[in-house]
């Protein structure tokens, strides 16, 4: 009895302490509204992304902020989880009035928080998300910088054939990033000629991958395309070294963290292949390299996990972007965000981001067209291939 | 031919494990009436406590591994004596309760303290794979494997020899009357739980090095155990047993040759089923605890 | 005296969004109503009936789906050649849908489930909610699995060509939640004061001696898990309405525990200890959002939840009662309906009495 009195109380005192916090102080920072997923089984990531948004804050704000003002980000944890990401949604919007917002990270969330833009007319840029929906669906406050997995296989293919794929196979997790990766590459490997063998899905908490890999074992193919996070990676390596599946690996998606992986997995990780979107480990090969070579000499500094890199950049360039945005809007208002950002032009860590139109006429979102890398593990070091 | 074999290798490698956190769950419930929401968490703390000797404190593995099972003990023995022992005699409901509260505190607790990035234990067994014709299995899985069987073992010896299994026994057949003879109830139920939270904690340490830790894993582990137990009959550690091993086969060959997507369904596909037509589990009947 | 304070708590909420101007306080609880109306659900089960079903958020996603999907339309491959096309309908359809759809399925739980009493009962009805979510996130020809079912459409009512309103915003959707709130919590009012009522409390109480005066065990519980599992069905469709967008995490574990927590926190087997409990944790998220990361909120409510059961064992609603009882006299009835919002004070201070026997 005692406790529950003294919690509500205090509860109370704190919604009151902070709703007059709330309204302090707002006339002079230009808040940019983050939502990541910092708790739940996505955290680590959404972490890395917050780490990067936050390099990208003390960079702008280190170089006289945007039209004078300095640049707030105000970071909500939507808990991993889509109900919790349309709460984070409105409580940015409508409780701490930012005028643009980064996010979701996952598909899932993206696509929960996309009702609320169209509600309120709150222009959003996504980072990581990789559904063809979020893009296609009519939503005129979206602009990604995040590549769809149909154009991550598209890139792929263009040097598919320097791997001499006769049949691959597929193990993904069992979401809309595992799912959307396995049909947009298949289509492209088929229309390479190439055959597919079986398509394997995973639970994301799954960690005996076994039954999977003894079917794909069996199934006789040369190339496993694997999509899902770093977590499941190490145990698809570690446990198709196991059954001695003499597939090649290859990691779809950009979060497979190859130090991680190398770490975690050892011998194991020997001769895989990762799809990345930054190479932290040649920004000098970068497109524009003192971008990458600032970010990541940024990010060890302040002595996050190097591993992270390939995940943080995506926040930073999300900043970079919306801050060019805003620039270009001359004021912070959200219509004139979402217009002005038809416009920009970013020296991104992944490379010049811009925005293409796709969906439907009249509400079109917007597309940056990404580069994608390839990397692998050669000798328990990461190198080009 | 070659894969069902390898899926049925893989089963049996597994179901050792499976039965040692069904054990433990049923020993529980079969002598305490509790449903233990905990276990899986027991299960987390396990691997996490491998972790912290054999990676942050470099101690040698082995010797962490009996760290693990003997802190999960402590930790068994904790929970039962904070939590459970002032509620003695209040409805299985309550105890249900209070078990999933300190559920969702002990897993949060560990996401503070070890954070949501995934950690790997590193061990010493070779990376090369044991190759049987056409079957290969990992040293680490036979090690795991090996000992899950000695537990077992230990724990039948230990309910069956012993004074102190002597007393479980009788309380779980009947409580008064083993009250009345002169046990000490008390003590019997802190052992039962400290035992049964200390099979658990082994099944996380033994698991922790194949698999990779992060704070959520205990909740596949906590359901599975629930459909292991409630296949073999709440209460009975041959069905726990017994349990173990089925679950593993089953699940294992419901994804090589039905679905991957399902593997997790089939457990509790079981479970439905085997209620409507058998509600007291498979294994059920005289053969409870013994 | 009594109705007077009815009315005015009515008056109180139907007012809320006149002076609430800061739209995000609605959003919290247009949330917190939802979630209310699914603890009330439970409550009938858990606090009426005495059993503890561990699955009840299959339910609430049973009537999210089937609303979402009605209102959606969908098409299934039946064989090569023939696909069962089935056209976009009304919202209120898709509602009524999800209210029929869950409560089916409340009935056939039923029927398997309450042959079994007691950890397996528990453990049937933990399984039914999962198998419900691995269908739903493998089932991708109906329910596209984890890409979810987004674009769902939010309620519109109207009189074709004259006039039409559109659930877009906070405030109509408070409303209609307010609305759904006030009915379920009269509904359940009404059937536990019924026969069927009586009989559920006195199988809760002593269940042999209850089927020794001939009341049918079985069939009780299964009307009460059909009442039950619509109306969580209805909170579903709210939901699915009011998010526009569904995924299977909405069958998480976790969302039965929150129900649970606010059962229990409340007061189960009261009228009025759902709607508390649900306040309590429909805002005490978002409150702690500013202060205290996830882990430690979810630490915090886990600790709640004990010390609650510890300390409480009977929740806030029936303490605060006895405690008005001991202070001012008789008339418990009067300190319930004045301690939490909801009307209908003579129910509620006959089943605290009922509460005040069984402690």
């Known amino acids: 009895m005692k406790t529950l009195i003294k919690s509500t109380g205090f509860a109370l005192a704190a919604a009151a302490a902070l709703g007059l916090s709330g309204t302090a102080g707002a006339s002079e920072a230009i808040k940019i509204g983050v939502t990541q997923p910092l708790t739940g089984p996505v955290a680590a990531s959404g972490n890395y992304v917050v780490q990067g948004a936050k390099i990208a804050e003390s960079f702008l704000n280190e170089s006289g902020g945007i039209l004078g003002h300095k640049v707030e980000l105000i970071v909500e944890d939507n808990k991993s989880n889509p109900k919790e990401a349309v709460a984070t949604a409105e409580k940015l919007i409508v409780r701490d009035k930012v005028p643009v ?185 970068a497109p524009n390299p003192d971008v990458a070579k600032k970010f990541v000499d940024e990010w060890n500094k302040r002595g996050h996990n190097f591993a992270g890199l390939t995940e943080g950049f995506r926040g930073h360039d999300g900043i970079m972007t919306i801050a060019a945005g805003i620039e270009a809007a001359g004021k912070a208002e959200p219509d004139a965000i979402r217009q002005a950002l038809w416009g920009v032009k970013v020296d991104g860590v992944n490379g010049d981001i811009s925005f293409i139109k796709q969906g439907p006429a009249g509400k079109e979102s917007g597309q940056n067209v990404p580069n994608v890398y390839i990397v692998t593990i050669k000798d328990g070091k990461v190198a080009l291939p | 031919m070659d894969r069902f074999l390898q899926h049925l290798l893989n089963a049996l490698m597994l179901g050792g494990t499976y039965a040692l956190l069904g054990i433990g769950l049923t020993m529980i419930f079969g002598i305490m009436r509790v449903v233990n929401f905990t276990h899986g968490e027991l299960y987390t703390f396990g691997a996490y406590m491998v972790f912290f000797f054999a990676m942050t404190l470099s101690t040698n593995f082995f010797l962490a591994l009996v760290f693990a099972m003997v802190l999960g003990v402590a930790l068994g023995a904790a929970i039962e004596f904070v939590l459970l022992r002032p509620l003695r005699g209040a409805s299985i409901d309550t105890t249900m309760l209070i078990m999933i509260g300190a559920w969702i505190a002990l ?149 090589g040759y039905i679905s991957s997507g399902y593997r997790d369904a089939m457990g509790f596909l079981i479970i439905i089923v085997v209620l409507i037509f058998r509600p007291t589990g498979l294994f059920a009947r005289a053969e409870r605890i013994g | 005296m009594n109705r007077w304070a009815t009315w005015l708590w009515l008056a109180f909420l139907f007012s809320i969004p006149v002076w609430m101007t800061n739209q995000y306080y609605l959003y919290i609880l247009i949330n917190a109503g939802i979630f209310i109306i699914a603890a009330m659900s439970l409550n009938l089960l858990l606090g009426y009936t005495g059993q503890l079903s561990l699955g009840h958020v299959a339910f609430f996603g049973i009537g999210a789906y089937a609303s979402a999907l009605v209102s959606l339309g969908f098409d299934l491959e039946i064989t090569d050649s023939y696909t069962f096309v089935f056209a976009p309908r009304p919202v209120w359809v898709g509602l009524l849908a999800g209210i029929l759809v869950a409560g089916f399925f409340g009935w056939l739980v039923g029927r398997i489930s309450f042959k079994i009493r007691g950890a397996y009962f528990v453990i049937v009805t933990i399984s039914f909610a999962e198998v419900v979510r691995l269908v739903a996130l493998n089932w991708i020809d109906l329910t596209e699995g ?94 699915t309405h009011t998010i526009r967008i569904i995924d299977p995490d909405v069958f998480l574990f976790i969302y039965t525990v929150t129900m649970v927590i606010m059962v229990i926190t409340g007061g189960k087997g009261t009228l009025a200890g759902p709607i508390v409990g649900g306040l309590i944790f429909g805002i005490l998220p978002e409150v702690l959002r500013e202060v205290a990361s996830p882990e430690v909120q979810w630490v915090m409510y886990g600790l709640i939840m004990i010390a609650i059961v510890f300390f409480l064992p009977d929740g806030i609603v029936p303490a605060l009662a006895s405690w008005w009882r001991d202070r001012f006299g008789a008339g418990g009835g009067g300190a319930e309906s ?19 026997e069984r402690a």
């Open chain 3, 146 to 239: 984890p890409m979810a079912l987004n674009n769902i459409p939010p309620l519109t009512l109207g009189i074709p060509g004259l006039w039409e309103l559109t659930f877009w915003r906070k405030v109509p959707n408070y409303y209609l939640v307010l609305v759904t709130c006030i009915l379920s919590y009269v509904v359940i009012a009404r059937l536990v004061r019924s026969r069927l009522g009586r009989a559920m409390i006195a199988l809760r109480e002593n269940e042999p001696l209850a089927a020794s005066v001939g009341i049918d065990v079985t069939r009780s519980l299964v009307l009460a898990a059909v009442v039950s599992a619509a109306m969580a069905g209805a909170a579903g469709g709210l939901y």
């Open chain 2, 107 to 255: 897993q949060n607790s560990e996401q503070l303290v070890w954070t949501g990035v995934a950690k790997s234990v590193i061990h010493p067994f070779p990376a090369e794979p044991v190759v049987l014709g056409p079957l290969s299995v990992s040293w680490i899985r036979i090690f795991v494997f090996c000992v899950a069987i000695l537990l077992i073992v230990g724990a039948h010896l230990l309910i069956h020899r012993t004074r102190l299994g002597k007393a479980m026994r009788s309380t779980f057949q009947d409580r008064e009357t083993a009250a009345l003879m002169g046990v000490n109830i008390n003590a019997i139920q802190t052992a039962t739980f400290a035992l049964g939270s200390g099979l658990a904690a082994a099944a996380g340490a033994l698991l922790g090095p194949v698999f990779v830790l992060v704070p959520s894993m205990g909740d596949m582990a906590a359901l599975k155990s629930f459909a292991i137990v409630i296949l073999g009959g709440l209460g009975s550690f041959k069905g726990a047993t017994l349990g173990g091993f089925m679950l593993a086969l089953v699940e294992e060959m419901g994804a």
């Open chain 3, 338 to 356: 004045q301690s939490e919002p909801g009307p209908g004070p003579e129910a509620s201070g006959t089943v605290t009495d009922t509460m005040g």
């Open chain 1, 101 to 285: 917002l980064m996010g979701a990270w996952s598909s899932t969330y993206t696509l929960a928080v996309m009702p609320k833009l169209i509600e309120y007319g709150v222009p959003m840029v996504v980072e990581t998300s990789s559904s063809g929906k979020i893009t296609t669906s009519g939503n005129p406050w979206i602009f990604r910088i995040s590549p769809t997995s149909a154009m991550e296989a598209k890139s792929f293919g263009t040097k598919v054939d320097q791997f001499g794929i006769k049949k691959a196979d597929f193990l993904v997790v069992n979401n809309d990033w595992g799912r959307g990766a396995a049909s947009a590459f298949s289509a492209m490997l088929k229309s390479k000629g190439i055959s597919v063998g079986v398509v394997e899905t995973m639970d994301a908490k799954a960690q005996d991958l076994s039954a999977q890999l003894a079917k794909i074992k069996a199934s006789g193919g040369d190339t496993l395309f694997v999509t899902t996070g770093v977590e499941q990676i190490t145990l698809v390596l570690k446990q198709a070294k196991e059954q001695r599946v003499t597939h090649r690996v290859i990691t779809t998606g950009g979060s497979s963290s190859p130090d991680q992986l190398i770490a975690q997995a050892g011998a194991a990780a020997e001769g895989s292949y990762h799809l990345l979107f930054f190479a932290p480990w040649f920004p000098e090969a």
